[in-house]
């Protein structure tokens, strides 16, 4: 850990008494006042309004019950979860997490990422995420409607278009969206569209939403390459999961002339030296939401599966890690850089622990946050919004290219931000700085709220 800035230290040590055991929540805190000194130095008027403070402290926590009934005729309880962290640039925006892993620990630490994310897409969009320990994986689409519906029963007190808008995460896709949208309307006999984002087409979605956070990592990672006089052509690829995220940065980065050879679930991973095939991959996690080993098992030819391990032990150039937190531990930055990685950008939120972070800095490897790298999905849930609010719809091409610029804007902006401050080059620094100081400056303009 590197030594906080005395000014920060204070707010960092009562973040982890008040949060006692929130883990996630201190390591997501620590790693953005880790790049805060510069801000102290100069935004003084930040410390008088005591922003720091109001930063780390949720406007509103949400814990609910929420009870359904299993296909079997059984009642079955998880717990739902809504953290509303900071509404200063918009209405709470953020997505929804069903993994039995969810607690309110880790709803924290997302919603705080969330927040500094949204303000960099430069959107009207504050910060919040939400979620539930309950496991969609092997569910029935009914049990999976009446968890959604029960989980909405609640929820919809606190959301609405001008006041909290849901989305997607792990385990929440068009299906959950679906089912979650269909209770709100019912409850509250309104069709609010900009209610949720990451709608099916026919019925308030935005072409690209789908596709939107994988391409949006590859369009940065195509800006960081870029600027060091190099492409995507002919790179090797490796891409942790294999969900909405992982899906469609290998198709942009197939599309962009590399080869992704490598990807993975949460019970192993493949490698195919050929290039991932993308349409039985996709007919096999999203269609039959199988496993990635059926991957080896009907691809056939030269496909490896290796059932638990470290996807990280395969050779590539760039690594982009688009599972879950945590994921890309010191090990597995130490196996990418011996075996020659240039190049890691975070598609998931916060897959690398801090010790992975500094041997990932060491060994040189262009690195880059989630909170940057992966905002695509969440500006193009603004793009939603507008098309919402406008009752527009715009076209595929049109709002790809939305998307390329929004990439554009915010790699540069990292960039620029850090160069301001005394960091050029730091990625992490300048995402980190530029999110805190837009939230900062609209928290002081609106006052003790
Ligand atoms: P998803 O569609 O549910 O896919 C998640 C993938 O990660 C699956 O392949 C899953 O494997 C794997 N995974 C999940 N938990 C794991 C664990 N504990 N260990 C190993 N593998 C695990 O979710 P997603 O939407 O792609 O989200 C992936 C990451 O991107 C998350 O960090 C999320 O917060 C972040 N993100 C998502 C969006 C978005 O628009 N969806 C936007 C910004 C950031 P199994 O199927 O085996 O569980």
């Known amino acids: 850990m590197l030594a ?18 929130d883990t996630e929540f201190h390591q997501a805190v620590l790693e953005v006042f880790e790049s805060l000194a510069p801000v102290v130095a100069k935004h003084p008027e930040y410390a008088d309004a005591a922003i720091m403070q109001r930063l780390v402290e949720p406007e509103r926590q949400l814990i609910f019950r929420v009870p359904w009934v299993d296909d079997a005729g059984c009642v079955q309880l998880n717990r739902g979860f809504r953290v509303q962290f900071n509404s200063a640039l918009g209405p709470f925006k953020g997505g929804l997490r069903f993994h039995p892993s969810v607690n309110v620990g880790i709803i924290k630490f997302l919603g705080f990422e969330q927040t500094f ?23 029935s689409d009914a049990e999976v409607m009446r968890f959604c519906q029960s989980y909405m029963t609640e929820l919809h007190r606190h959301i609405g278009e001008h006041t909290d808008v849901p989305a997607g995460d792990i385990g929440v896709g068009g299906r959950e969206i679906g089912y979650l949208f269909g209770q709100y309307k019912r409850l509250t006999n309104r069709y609010e569209s900009g209610v949720l984002t990451g709608k099916g087409i026919g019925w308030g979605g935005s072409l690209v939403r789908r596709e939107a956070t994988g391409y949006g990592a590859v369009f940065f990672v195509d800006e960081m390459l870029r600027r060091h006089g190099q492409s995507l052509e002919g790179k090797r690829v490796v891409v942790s999961g294999s969900g909405n995220v992982a899906l469609y940065a290998i198709e942009k980065a197939h599309q962009l002339g590399a080869t992704v050879v490598a990807c993975s679930d949460s019970g192993g991973y493949v490698v195919d030296a050929r290039g991932i095939d ?35 032990d395969v050779p590539c150039y760039i690594a982009l890690p688009c599972a879950t937190q945590n994921e890309l531990d010191d090990r597995g930055a130490r196996a990418l850089a011996s075996n020659g990685a240039q190049v890691v950008a975070e598609g998931a939120n916060m897959p690398t622990t801090p010790a992975g972070v500094r041997v990932l800095r060491e060994a040189g490897i262009l690195f880059a946050p989630g909170k940057a790298v992966n905002a695509g999905g969440v500006a193009t849930s603004a793009l939603e919004m507008q098309q919402n609010a406008s009752r527009d719809s715009w076209s595929f ?53």
Request: glycine content about 14%.
């Open 4 to 21: 906080l800035d005395p000014a920060l230290q204070p707010v960092y040590d009562e973040v982890v008494s008040r949060n006692p055991g």
């Open 278 to 312: 993308l349409e039985l991959l996709t007919d096999i996690k999203t269609v039959r939401r199988g496993r990635i080993s059926q991957y080896a098992d009907e691809r056939g030819g030269a496909v490896s599966y290796v059932a638990g391990g470290s996807i990280w």
């Open 117 to 139: 994310k949204n303000a960099l897409t430069g959107m009207p969009i504050g910060g919040g995420k939400g979620g539930a320990d309950f496991d969609p994986k092997g569910k």
């Open 397 to 449: 091409e049109h709002t790809e290219q939305r998307l390329a610029e929004i990439m554009r804007q915010i790699h540069d902006r990292c960039l620029e931000t850090a160069e301001e401050y005394g960091v050029p080059d730091d990625y992490v620094a300048g995402a980190n700085i530029a999110g805190v100081t837009q939230v900062a400056d609209a928290m002081l303009a609106l006052g003790v709220v």
